[in-house]
């Protein structure tokens, strides 16, 4: 099986105050996560702005970040629409590159039934030879990849590997964990212990991109049979200042503070305003 790691950063899409990819904080951003210890990056996803990409921004950003990573962790790289086609022809994109997998969204507006979410992953795998995650997250998408459905997915598909689970149903993740051999990674910061009581086993944060440090404590100390209740309510409350207002306006915002990147966001997204901002700053104190 594919280990993907602990902990996965979904790397937010910098963008210069034109509204151009921003290269040179890419490179920040990048340097930053790898002082930190991260295990990987996934690229273009909704915290990565995927859907104000054009496919020739995907592509020219996927070959940036496997320059300067350079090996030194992960690189996996959103490719899932809500259109078989257009899923198939981002993951046959990405393949030509030495990346490490490709992540897909559950098939999100047109709400698929089971049965069409299971030929839409197994038509995918059939065609692309590269590791595959899948990421179930019902409150963007509108529908619910449910446990019987990915144990299906696990027998048919080798090259399906993990699940990034933002469900928030524990007895949903417990059967899958019990019924595949696949990694599943939290797909929610806010509930890490949460999802490790659970058996998951790793990670897909935005939190992760300034606070992997707090992140690795929780693992390693509920490796040890510890609990932090204080470091578990401390990364709660960072992840509701990531999702105060709008991801990833939040967390560009953070960015920002911090120097690694501006603020920059695409339509229909905008940037925190000065209120917002202020807000923001009072609850870091607090922490």
């Known amino acids: 099986m594919i280990a993907l790691g602990r902990i996965m950063v979904a790397l937010v899409t910098p963008f210069t105050e034109t509204g151009e990819i921003d290269y040179k904080s890419t490179v920040n951003l990048i340097e930053r996560c790898i002082q930190d210890q991260v295990d990987g990056l996934v690229l273009c ?36 629409t809500n259109n078989t086609a257009t899923t198939l022809a981002c993951c046959e994109m990405a393949a030509q590159y030495p990346i490490d997998g490709i992540m897909l969204i559950t098939p999100y507006y047109n709400r698929p039934s089971q049965q069409g979410m299971r030929m839409h992953f197994k038509t995918i795998a059939e065609r692309i030879p590269l590791p595959i995650m899948l990421y179930n997250v019902p409150k963007r998408t509108g529908v619910n990849l449910q446990a019987q459905t990915v144990i299906e997915l696990c027998q048919e598909c080798p090259n399906i590997v993990a699940l990034k689970q933002a469900a928030n ?24 212990l949460e999802g490790l009581r659970s058996g998951m086993e790793g990670i897909v944060s935005v939190v992760g991109h300034l606070y992997a440090g707090l992140i690795r404590q929780i693992f390693d100390q509920f490796d040890l049979g510890i609990e932090d209740r204080q470091n578990d309510e401390k990364l709660k409350k960072l992840t509701r200042i990531c999702f105060s207002v709008s991801s990833p306006s939040d967390i560009k915002a953070l960015l920002s503070m911090q120097g690694l990147c501006r603020e920059t966001v695409r339509l229909p997204l905008v940037p925190l305003n000065s209120e917002q901002k202020a807000a923001m700053r009072r609850m870091l104190d607090k922490l």
Do not use: A, H, P, Y
């Open 45 to 80: 996803g909704t915290t990565g702005e995927c859907s104000t990409l054009i496919d020739q921004e995907k592509e020219e950003f996927l070959r940036f970040v496997i320059r300067i990573v350079n090996r030194r962790m992960q690189v996996w790289m959103g490719c899932g």
């Open 169 to 192: 149903d524990f007895d949903e993740t417990q059967k899958i964990i019990s019924g595949c051999d696949w990694q599943v990674l939290c797909g929610d910061d806010g509930l890490l």
